[in-house]
Nanobody
Framework: QVQLVESGGGLVQAGDSLRLSCAAS????????TGWFRQAPGKEREFVAA????????YYADSVKGRFTISRDNAKNMVYLQMNSLKPEDTAVYYC???????????????????WGQGTQVTVSS
């Protein structure tokens, strides 16, 4: 079992930056591919970014490519999402998720992930 706790969300203005953190506890987090998803009001949860267990491979949704950066520190059991040039359409609850399938570098579908955090709210005003 892995427990995930997100933090770092908040209310910012368009163009600002935020860094989300995902703290993991339980089984060795370093063996899991980790992803970030988000869910805006009235919309389905969508993929944002993913990083392989080693940190050597990353993948982004087109909507955030060039603005968001995912990274991890396995020694600290942490994964981060640096979000720059935020837009109002980035407003959502952001979730961290972990995938037990180590051979999968970066899943983009919810069903590929086995563990989820409770989410952190990000609100971007125009």
């Amino acid at each position: 079992q892995v427990q995930l706790v997100e933090s770092g969300g908040g209310l910012v203005q368009a163009g600002d930056s935020l860094r989300l953190s995902c703290a993991a506890s339980g089984r060795a987090f370093s063996i899991y591919t980790t992803g970030w998803f988000r869910q805006a009001p009235g919309k389905e949860r969508e993929f944002v970014a993913a990083i392989s267990w080693s940190g050597g491979s990353t993948y982004y949704a087109d909507s955030v490519k060039g603005r968001f950066t995912i990274s991890r520190d396995n020694a600290k059991n942490m994964v981060y999402l640096q979000m720059n040039s935020l837009k109002p359409e980035d407003t959502a609850v952001y979730y961290c998720a972990a995938d037990e399938n180590r051979s999968r570098l970066h899943g983009v579908h919810e069903y590929e992930y086995d563990y989820w955090g409770q989410g952190t709210q990000v609100t971007v005003s125009s």
